[in-house]
């Protein structure tokens, strides 16, 4: 087995854990493995080892990935911003945008996206732990906004996404995942179908299912560690 192969077994080790410890089942929860940095190799290797969720920060970088791995049936996500003048590129290339925050670029990807393509799946970035100069969508313009995305009709809006800062240890961890999980059961009391609930990396997987994530997002557990800008 080579070394992505093992760590993915690795990951889903973790996974089954975490389940297991908070009584859910298995297959609610979804890997995404983050493979940002990696080339097309790295995930012809965890293709191999059964990964067909994958996800890219940075766009440019994506689409030529996404071009050079066609022969696959894979599912990409787009996990890091999405400028204005990018959002025809992720219209066109991904499977899923997790990142989206404001309306604007909701209406964009959804004018833009190919005739040919089945609607992209939208996440709502949440900016839950309240960073001033972070990205997403304020927890208090959330449903709002999840209302707005619903009605356009090249989307399909299935949930939230959050990336939040660091914790100093579980509980404070789950903690801030539990504020998410809130906020994902109001939009579901107020009617809208979302499913997927996307937070929990390398370091914080457990708290993130234990506090009720469908989809933990993955990088260096799988891949390995990345070089630091
Ligand atoms: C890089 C990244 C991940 C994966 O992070 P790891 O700590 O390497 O598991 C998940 N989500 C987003 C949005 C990322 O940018």
């Known amino acids: 087995m080579t070394t992505i192969q093992s760590n993915l077994q690795r990951v889903h ?30 995930v012809r ?15 440019q970088e994506a689409v030529e990935k996404i071009a050079l791995l066609r022969d696959l049936p894979l599912q990409w996500h787009c996990v890091g911003p999405i400028q204005s003048n990018k959002t025809r590129l992720v219209a066109a290339n991904f ?3 997790h990142t989206v ?8 990807l959804s004018e833009q996206r190919p005739e040919g393509m089945a609607p992209l799946q939208v996440c709502i970035q949440v900016n839950i732990d309240g960073g001033a100069t972070k990205a997403g969508a304020s927890p208090g313009e959330t449903l709002t906004l999840a209302q707005q995305i619903a009605e356009l009709p090249r989307i399909t809006l299935r949930g939230l996404m959050t990336i939040p800062e660091p914790a100093a240890d579980f509980a404070a961890q789950k903690a801030v995942h539990l504020r998410a ?10 009617g809208l179908a979302v499913d997927t609930l996307s937070m929990g990396m ?7 299912i234990e506090a009720g994530a469908t989809m933990v997002r993955v990088g260096t557990a799988i ?6 800008a």
Do not use: H, M
């Open 13 to 42: 080790e973790r996974i089954a854990a975490a389940c297991a410890g908070a009584q859910r089942p298995v297959n609610e929860v979804t890997l995404l493995a983050v493979s940002k940095t990696f080339g097309p190799e790295a």
């Open 45 to 59: 290797e965890a293709f191999s080892a059964g990964q067909t969720a994958f996800g890219e920060n940075y766009i």
């Open 95 to 97: 499977d899923w945008a």
């Open 101 to 108: 925050d404001r309306l604007k670029i909701a209406q964009r």
């Open 181 to 190: 999980k809130a906020l994902f059961e109001e939009l579901r009391e107020a």
């Open 202 to 208: 390398t370091a914080d997987l457990e708290a993130a």
């Open 223 to 228: 891949f390995g560690g990345r070089p630091t």
